[in-house]
């Protein structure tokens, strides 16, 4: 079964800290993306990558940053986490061969 | 830019009746559109699509077609079951562009 893994469930971290979410997927897609869900506004698009070390920014990357190294693996960052970071992220992956996303359970952050 | 506009909820039905959840979207382009349904607990996952005028998707009973003249997509089920409470996001995909653009999402609850 193909899959989309994030690396953590649940997260709470303090205001000023790097945190580090990361997902893997295995289906050897090229396009990977990070959303952002919040209550009343649906998926916002933070970051999404088209190959190995490309970024393009989505519609808020403000306080984010991402990396790529690797197929498999998109991390996103938050360089200085703040409490209007506080909340649900969705990684993402699609192949433009066959276009359909897949996404992982996601990962709740909460910033105190 | 491209956005999507669907209908606010959440939205409480009896078991057996009929759904609607409406879905309009603007594009710069010819987009593909989307259904995705969100259950409790879990990632995003595809339902349906449609990727050209007039197409019907359809799968698990819901059906939507894309309508370019009133630039809609709206999703339709018969017989709801109480299996289909969850969150619906509506989502397009302009041409030659790989990101999704998502709606705010409808959460839908099916009581017995």
């Known amino acids: 079964d193909v899959k989309v893994t994030q690396s953590s469930r649940y997260l709470v971290k303090r205001t000023g800290e790097k945190v580090f979410l990361e997902c893997v997927q295995d289906m050897d897609h090229e396009n990977m993306f990070w959303y952002r869900q919040d209550p009343g506004l649906g998926l916002r698009l933070i970051y999404f990558?088209?190959?190995?070390?490309?970024?393009e920014k989505g519609d808020i990357p403000e306080g984010y940053s991402v990396s790529r190294e690797k197929k498999e693996r998109f991390s996103l960052i938050l360089e200085s986490a703040s409490t209007n970071q506080t909340s649900m992220y969705l990684c993402?992956?699609?192949?433009?061969?066959?276009?359909?996303?897949?996404f992982g359970q996601g990962t709740r952050l909460t910033v105190v | 830019g491209d956005s999507v506009t669907q209908m606010e909820g959440p939205v409480t039905l009896s078991e057996e009746a009929f759904l609607t959840i409406n879905c309009t979207y603007t594009a710069t382009g010819y987009p593909s559109l989307f259904w995705y349904v969100q259950y409790p607990g879990e990632g995003l996952q595809l339902l349906l699509k449609?990727?050209?005028?007039?197409d019907k998707g359809s799968n698990k009973g819901f059906e939507a077609t894309y309508r370019k003249e009133t630039t809609s997509f709206h999703l339709e089920k018969g017989s709801v079951q109480v299996s289909d409470s969850a969150v619906y996001f509506c989502a397009l995909r302009d041409f030659g562009n790989e990101k999704l653009t998502f709606g705010t999402g409808t959460r839908l609850t099916i009581i017995p």
């Open positions: 449609a990727t050209k005028a007039d």
């Open positions: 993402a992956s699609s192949s433009g061969q066959n276009w359909k996303a897949f």
């Open positions: 990558s088209y190959d190995v070390k490309m970024k």
